[in-house]
């Protein structure tokens, strides 16, 4: 699994490609916790990329937002409809905030 990391402005941007899954998602919560662990205000993962997601990565996901305390915001964008309703039936649409695209993530 490739994961892209991009720095913009005060943003950490996080591109994981194809899939996240069971055998893929520890590599991701790595990145993840990296990347909350810099402190950054904004973590932004861009899923512009991103073809498949498991239950282990939805789990990687929750863990990051839950580690990014206020006034620090982790922002997810750029989801594929297919993602997107993985999202909307596991009740995680509802939690978490989902912008349509990386610009508007970049200023949730």
């Given at each position: 699994?490739?994961?892209?990391?991009?720095?913009?402005?005060?943003?950490?941007?996080?591109?994981?490609?194809?899939?996240?899954?069971?055998?893929?998602?520890?590599?991701?919560?790595?990145?993840?916790?990296?990347?909350?662990?810099?402190?950054?205000?904004?973590?932004?993962?861009?899923?512009?990329a991103l073809?498949y997601?498991?239950?282990?990565?939805?789990?990687?996901v929750?863990?990051?937002?839950?580690?990014?305390?206020?006034?620090?915001?982790?922002?997810?964008?750029?989801?594929?409809?297919?993602i997107?309703?993985?999202?909307?039936?596991?009740?995680?649409?509802?939690?978490?905030t989902?912008?349509?695209?990386?610009?508007?993530?970049?200023?949730?």
């Amino acid at each position: 699994m490739e994961i892209r990391q991009e720095t913009i402005g005060d943003a950490v941007v996080l591109i994981p490609v194809a899939r996240v899954d069971s055998a893929t998602a520890k590599a991701f919560e790595a990145q993840v916790l990296a990347a909350v662990n810099t402190g950054a205000p904004r973590i932004v993962v861009d899923f512009s990329a991103l073809d498949y997601i498991s239950s282990a990565g939805l789990r990687v996901v929750l863990v990051g937002a839950k580690m990014t305390r206020a006034p620090r915001r982790f922002v997810l964008c750029a989801m594929k409809p297919h993602i997107r309703e993985v999202f909307d039936v596991s009740g995680f649409a509802r939690i978490l905030t989902i912008t349509p695209d990386r610009a508007a993530a970049l200023v949730a």
